[in-house]
């Protein structure tokens, strides 16, 4: 999805893989297992939101998160 990007933590991701690959490619985070839990699923799809943090928003070249 543009915009979006893989979780820069390899491990983290190395082991929500391992959980969709158990559910038969659906999310791990979901309990229900339908379609719509195929990832990435239709929440994410249709409104941007990833539950188990698989997908993170791509940070912007050139710009950097400041605390004020």
Known sequence: ???YMLNPDK???RK???GIYRKD???PCRLNVDD???CPCDEFIEKQICKC???V???EEG???KDE
Do not use: A, P, S, W
Request: proline letters at 0%; hydrophobic letters at 35%; charged letters at 30%.
């Open 1 to 3: 999805m543009k915009g």
């Open 11 to 13: 491990e983290y991701v």
């Open 16 to 18: 929500i893989l391992e």
């Open 25 to 27: 490619g659906h999310c």
């Open 36 to 38: 719509t839990t195929l």
């Open 53 to 55: 943090n698989l997908f």
């Open 57 to 59: 928003l791509r940070q």
């Open 63 to 65: 710009k950097e998160e």
